[in-house]
Nanobody
Framework: QVQLVESGGGLVQAGGSLRLSCAAS????????VGWFRQAPGKERESVAT????????YYADSVKDRFTISRENAKNTVYLQMNSLKPEDTAVYYC??????????WGQGTQVSVSS
């Protein structure tokens, strides 16, 4: 079982940047797909970005494409989400998750990102 802890959230002005980290412990997560998700108040959880276990393949939601970058350092059991040009609509709790075979197997507790206008 993999335990995930997100960090790096906070309050930032529109146009600013934040880098979220997702640190894994327990079983190595090197062979898992890792995804970042977010959930805003009153809305469903949505996928933001995912990265393959080698880091060679990435996916981004249209709403964050060209602004967010997902990356991973398997040697450090850590996945990052660099968020630039933040907008108020990016305000949400951000979660990371690990998956394999099309199923998400474990989730972190989330980190709050708030973007002021």
């Amino acid at each position: 079982q993999v335990q995930l802890v997100e960090s790096g959230g906070g309050l930032v002005q529109a146009g600013g940047s934040l880098r979220l980290s997702c640190a894994a412990s327990g079983r190595t997560f090197s062979f898992y797909v890792v995804g970042w998700f977010r959930q805003a108040p009153g809305k469903e959880r949505e996928s933001v970005a995912t990265i393959s276990w080698r880091g060679s393949s990435t996916y981004y939601a249209d709403s964050v494409k060209d602004r967010f970058t997902i990356s991973r350092e398997n040697a450090k059991n850590t996945v990052y989400l660099q968020m630039n040009s933040l907008k108020p609509e990016d305000t949400a709790v951000y979660y990371c998750a690990v998956g394999i075979g099309g199923s998400w197997l474990g989730w972190g507790q989330g980190t709050q990102v708030s973007v002021s206008s």
